[in-house]
């Protein structure tokens, strides 16, 4: 059991246990210590996860799920608290300075599952909310997590980024428990997800086409 450390650490552990979101008032600084607590809680959820689709070869990038879980904490926030707010977006919701793979895409999914419902209900307030096109671009650069959201995808190579074999498991079991059909009908996807299905495909989504 966590006990209560901080507002950020505090909402980061609520949400992955219970799926709810505790929006604290006032913005804070998030010091080295709870981001170094929070990377160590997060190591742990990759190795309950990583059981599941059971793969030695993928590890937690710490980095990546730290800087997820604050993007996520502060985006809640925002939606609450915008006074005066504008001018600290890009100190609140930073860049990630790595290029993303399939360890920091897993990683920062362990927060960033959550970020499209922060993005929709942001963009139902206010639709040019300069802060929905900065959680956009973030889902569209890691958009494993984004599933279900609607980005533009149309420069990724899917045949480079589905060739790592656990990656893909995991995306395409997303496209299937979401429903994403904008995804499901891409005719390499489409035809990624026929392939699985078989003989059962009606079993699994009698809706989809074949778009090959």
């Known amino acids: 059991m966590m006990e209560t450390r901080s507002p950020f650490l505090d909402t980061v552990f609520l949400l992955r246990k219970s799926g709810h979101l505790t929006v604290f008032s006032n913005l804070q600084e998030i010091s080295k210590k709870e981001e170094q607590e929070a990377g160590d809680y997060f190591e742990t959820e990759f190795e309950k996860e990583r059981l599941e689709f059971l793969s030695d070869g993928i590890s937690c ?24 707010t504008a001018k600290d977006l890009d100190k609140l919701i930073p860049k990630l300075k790595i290029d993303p793979d399939v360890s920091s895409v897993l990683s920062a999914d362990l927060s ?19 802060l929905v096109k900065i959680l956009e671009d973030i889902l569209i650069q890691f958009h494993y997590s984004g599933i279900g959201y609607p980005l533009n995808l149309e420069k990724v190579n899917w045949e480079k980024e589905l060739k790592d074999k656990t990656y893909r498991k995991l995306y395409l079991e997303r496209i299937v428990e979401k429903k994403a059909y904008e995804l499901a009908e891409i005719p390499y996807i489409n035809q990624l997800l026929l392939a699985d299905f078989g003989l059962y495909k009606d079993t699994y989504w009698r809706e989809l086409k074949n778009n090959n």
């Not at 710490?62 to 609450?80: D, F, T």
């Not at 960033?112 to 209900?121: E, G, K, N, W």
């Open 61 to 84: 990038h710490k980095e990546a799920a730290v800087w997820a879980a604050k993007v996520l904490y502060h985006s809640a926030q925002l939606y609450l608290i915008r006074e005066n």
């Open 112 to 130: 960033l599952r959550f970020l499209p419902q922060i993005a929709s209900v942001l963009q139902m307030a206010d639709p040019h909310d300069p």
